[in-house]
């Protein structure tokens, strides 16, 4: 009679750090994150037995699927897998979530840890009011500028040429319009306009 034993163990961690080696809690926040910067982020357990399968995963927002991403599989040692996942940051991860997810025949659940993406972008849409065809010297002119599409929200400066316009200046007011959401996108992208008189 042949007996088969198996054993089953346990990873002893699952550790989620950044390519320039700081360690991240559960559920952090990795940033902040411009946009076109190329971040890797990595998700290493320790033992368990059967090697344990690690994936990446994206959510855009709350209530979307999860999406898997392509990632590089490490092992520097019979003991430690690492997932690596290099990431172009986009538009696409403003307000997402990144979940490595950790499955083996030795655990009862799956493993899960998340990182919040706080990425910065700047406006994508910036709008001048209010000008027509031409104006005169001591036309009264009201402009207004509105910048949408940041985060965090655009800081709008007034220039004459290379002059940079201030309220102080004689008959100029500035006037700041609010920041508010941009009703195209829920993950607070910034919207900021300003009135020049």
């Known amino acids: 009679m042949v007996t088969t034993i198996i054993f089953r163990i346990k990873p002893k961690s ?5 390519g320039d080696g700081k360690v991240l809690a559960d559920s952090a926040i990795y940033g902040p994150l411009l946009e076109r910067a190329k ?14 399968k690690v994936v990446w995963y994206f959510r855009k927002s709350r209530g979307d699927d ?9 092992t520097p040692d019979n003991t430690t897998i690492t997932r690596v996942l290099p990431l172009t940051v986009t ?3 403003l307000g997402g979530e990144l979940t490595c997810v950790v499955s083996s025949a030795a655990l009862d659940a799956d493993i899960v840890k998340k990182v919040k993406l706080d990425v910065r972008v ?7 009011t209010g000008v027509g065809e031409h104006a005169t010297q001591g036309t009264l002119l009201t402009l207004t500028c509105t910048a949408s599409g940041a985060r965090p929200a655009a800081k709008i400066e007034w220039y004459n040429g290379t002059q940079k316009l201030n309220a102080d200046d004689q008959n100029i007011h500035i006037r700041k319009l609010g920041e508010c959401q941009d009703s195209g996108n829920n993950q607070g992208n910034g919207r900021m306009g300003e009135t020049l008189n």
């Open 14 to 18: 699952v550790e989620l750090m950044t």
């Open 39 to 52: 971040v890797n982020i990595s998700c290493t357990v320790k033992e368990g037995k059967p090697q344990p």
């Open 66 to 74: 999860l999406r898997e991403l392509n990632g590089e599989t490490v």
């Open 91 to 93: 538009r696409e991860e």
């Open 122 to 128: 700047p406006p994508n849409k910036t709008l001048i």
